[in-house]
């Protein structure tokens, strides 16, 4: 009698699955999808499995878009849904006494050049931990803005009161400031304020957009911007007019884990008429919980999305390249992203950082969106360079003394090479046909050695760029040729 091989597990379990009727494998697979999402949708918006899920989709998003086609829709004419910037949108400007003074030069450097368009933003509420008086309104163009107290708002709030949880250590913070301002000790106020301005800011955010929705309860775009935010109006007009602001929209430079995805404050958050309709009216006990919630969170701004996330509105992280958390000048600028808009930028604290950076995207001959690939040009071809310490390279994009295209060293994705001799062969290994990173590689640094007499410098090297400043002791330059066949990719190429 021959022998009769044994059937294997799969052939058993194939055999069973046709007597039984059971499904395919893949089947199975699809089922198990299927199961995952129809639970997922039955959760509560902020279930972690739910976000977990959401995280899962975004991330495999992201891979396929690690190179940014260029974002035609910018240029659409007519636009889809038409912004009027004076009548339809809010500008919320969110200060504090220990940064009040720069409140003045942030109006100051958006009214610069008029920021290329004529239907400027022109509709502001101011507000922070403390109120202004007669003597300390802000003044713009023909308009007195009071700046209101949302911290005071938010202890107070009729439908959850505070003030019973006065040994709350914010709650004591704030009347500390209180009873300094209101008696007049300016150097005791502006010390609380420096010392607990963050735990303070948690306190604004929902009580702010209250007060902002119930003002202006017909405007169709609310943003939220810090006293060090610039917002680019030519880039912003554009953004808002892609969009429906009938459907809860909530946008800005996505951070954090997958448990909380928010918009970054600093980089500007921006909510349509939908989105801050849900918070504010329709879910009046999650807007209240968030109030209570403030008083112990570490960030206002995560606190906003977690409000958001129990009425069911999602950070959308589409745009979310679009924001800056840096200024113009120390921005990344990644290949990905090079021929996208970019509508904010943060960290401008001092008044000449806010007004220079109005003059350069402010300029009133900007009547497009500004690109993260303008950025270049409009800071690198002004007066900033010294050209008689800047030597032309035929790749390199020239080699500037005494400058930094690169800033972050520290980051983990700068690579560090030690004991290069020179900038040019720092340059070759950025620029060079032959060289180890000439695919990657899009600006470079070489560092002059610390100790005199020693032979050798430090070469950093990295896959984007910044606009950059002066930096002593320091040579940088750009892979040129690189950088114009990505920027070829950019509209009007």
């Not at 972690?48 to 240029?75: C, D, K, M, N």
């Not at 040994?167 to 007049?184: D, F, H, M, T, V």
């Not at 946008?251 to 404050?265: K, L, M, Q, S, W």
């Not at 400058?403 to 950025?430: L, P, Q, R, Y």
């Amino acid at each position: 009698m021959p022998h009769q091989r044994r059937p294997s597990w799969r052939r058993k379990f194939l055999r069973h699955q046709q007597q039984c009727g059971l499904p395919q494998p893949r089947t199975f697979l699809y089922l198990a999808i299927l199961t995952v999402i129809s639970l997922c949708l039955l959760l509560p918006y902020d279930n972690t499995l739910r976000l977990a899920t959401r995280w899962g989709i975004q991330s495999l998003q992201s891979v396929f878009l690690s190179r940014r086609p260029a974002e035609r829709w910018i240029y659409d004419n007519p636009p889809a849904y038409p912004v009027k910037f004076g009548s339809e949108t809010l500008v919320i400007v969110k200060t504090g006494y220990g940064t009040r003074h720069r409140v003045n030069s942030w109006f100051e450097a958006l009214s610069l050049g008029g920021n290329g368009t004529a239907d400027p933003l022109n509709t502001f509420l101011l507000i922070a931990d403390f109120a202004s008086n007669d003597t300390s309104h802000i003044y713009y163009q023909d308009q007195v803005l009071p700046i209101h107290d949302v911290v005071q708002t938010t202890v107070s709030n009729r439908n959850a009161p505070l003030n019973h949880k006065s040994s709350n250590p914010r709650i004591q913070k704030y009347r500390q400031l209180q009873q300094a301002i209101s008696s007049g000790d300016d150097e005791l106020a502006l010390e609380v304020a420096r010392a607990s301005g963050w735990e303070l800011d948690a306190l604004k955010f929902i009580s702010g957009l209250e007060l902002a929705y119930h003002a202006y309860p017909t405007k169709k775009w609310y943003i939220l911007a810090d006293d060090d935010t610039y917002l680019v109006q030519s880039s912003l007009r554009p953004l808002l007019s892609h969009l429906d602001s009938s459907k809860p929209y909530y946008i800005g430079n996505a951070v954090g884990d997958f448990r909380t995805r928010f918009a970054h404050g600093g980089s500007s958050v921006i909510l349509s008429q939908a989105a801050i309709r849900k918070l504010v009216v329709e879910n009046t006990q999650k807007r209240t919980k968030a109030n209570i919630e403030s008083l112990d969170e570490t960030w206002g701004d995560r606190l906003l999305a977690r409000a958001l996330l129990r009425v069911g509105v999602y950070l959308e992280e589409k745009y979310s390249h679009f924001f800056a958390g840096e200024s113009p000048r120390q921005s990344r600028i990644r290949a990905e992203r090079l021929c996208s808009p970019v509508v904010a930028f943060h960290g401008l604290a001092t008044a000449e950082k806010m007004l220079d950076t109005g003059r350069h995207l402010g300029d009133g001959n900007i009547t497009g969106p500004v690109l993260w690939a303008d950025l270049r040009n409009l800071y690198l071809g002004s007066s900033d360079l010294d050209h008689t310490q800047w030597k032309e390279a035929s790749n390199s994009g020239g080699i500037h003394r005494h400058w930094d295209h690169i800033f972050h060293h520290t980051d983990t994705d700068v690579v560090m090479i030690k004991n290069v001799a020179s900038a040019e062969i720092c340059a070759g290994m950025c620029v060079g046909k032959t060289g180890k990173f000439k695919n990657s590689c899009l600006a470079w640094t070489w560092e002059l050695p610390a100790t005199k007499g020693k032979p050798t410098g430090t070469c950093f090297l990295s896959d984007w760029m910044v606009v950059g400043e002066k930096s002593k002791g320091r040579i940088s330059g750009v892979h040129k040729s690189r950088l114009r066949a990505l920027e070829r990719g950019c509209l009007g190429d």
